[in-house]
Every structure is written in structure tokens, then in C-alpha cells.
């Protein structure tokens, strides 16, 4: 890929905001970047696999899905380019990925090895901090909800439940998942999170399916819940 393709692919990415244009171009230059096509249904990266490199969405649309530590539940998202994929996967104490990605249509990726992003991190201060920026504000959303109070109303509980386990608050989302173990995780009743869950989906909020619902928007059910997440 050209360098000047390079050069504006990166400025859609938050990490290199801030760099001067002539750094940019010089980082471009000097550090190795490959460049991958996947097709639908390829997978891209598994679950427990080491993290060794970023992986930059450039076009197209993943899937990325997890399951819970019991085997209990499966949470599905789609994300759209731009978007840099678990990089906090690259450090700290368990470097391994937690998601399974899946290219979901035709998907461009550019990947950096860890030892050119040690490299350019080092050099440009800037990239430090806004990686140091990217991880803070993560730990600051997560630990708003750890401390924020578990509402009384059920439908409050079950979309907080959701969007803690999300890597993005916002898009498609398909949460597998058995009427009993979402009650357990819940704190209710199968009766009460049933009403709950036809309630929202006679609202178009969701879709419910058996043995699992669709969000088709997830910021739609957050706003209409009138919860705030930075």
C-alpha cells in the first residue's frame, strides 16, 4: 500500500491524533505495517490467542464475541471501521486476546508487530499519551459502573448488565443467553426478566429469540434508559 494511503488510513484512528504531519510521514517510513484481506465468516483472531500485534480495522465490519468465564452466556457485537482492536490485549498482566473476531463482510486489517509499536511509542510521546488516554479512559467508564447503584428497576439492571460486558455501547448486539441464567445474573425472577424481555421486545428495542435476543441498536436501548456512558 502506498505510503500516502498509509499516511491518511492512520489519521482515522485517535491513537496518531496530535502527530506533526512531517512525524507522521516519518513514522510511516520507518515502521512495518502489513497489511491483510479477509472475507465474510473469516475468522481473524480467537479467543485466547497471544496478542502480538495491533490489528487496525480499516474497512468493513467485524463480529466480536466472548463468552463468559462459566460457558453461561455469549455477548456478539458488530463493529464498523475505523477501529483498533483490543490493543490493551498487548500488555499488562494477560496478553491474550479475549475476543473472537470475525470478519463479517469483506474487511481490510493493518497489523503492527509489537516491537515496531515499542519502537514508535518510545520515539513519539504523543502516541504515548494517547494510548495512556485511550486505557485511562476505559478504566474510568468501568469503574463508573462498578460503582454505580444497582437500580431497583429491572430493565435498568438488565441493559447495565449488557453494556459492562460491551466493548462499544453502541451498534448491533446478540446476547445468547438462557432465561434462568439471565434471572440468576439479574438478582429476579424468570417470570419478571421474561415480561422484561417481551416488554422491550413489543417496544422494537429488541428482538427475542429463543435462546437468545438481538439489540439492533445498542446506544437506542441505553438513551431510552436514560443511562450516560462516557
Known sequence: MALQVIFDKLLDFPVFQGLAKDELETMVGQTKFDFHKYPPRKKIVEAGALCDKLYFLLSGKIEAKRESDDHGYIITEELRA????????????????????????????????KTEVHKFLEKYPVLRLNMISRYASEIQRLSQLSWKHQSDDLTQRLVDFIAMRCMKVSGRKVVKIKMTQLAHELNDNRLNVSNVLNALDKDRLIQLRRGHFIIPAMEILVNRNAIKFS
Not at 84 to 110: K, P, W
Open 82 to 113: 475505523p477501529i483498533l482492536q483490543q490493543s490493551e490485549a498487548m500488555f499488562g498482566r494477560s496478553q491474550r486476546f479475549t475476543h473472537t473476531i470475525t470478519a463479517l463482510t469483506d474487511v481490510a486489517i493493518m497489523t503492527v508487530d
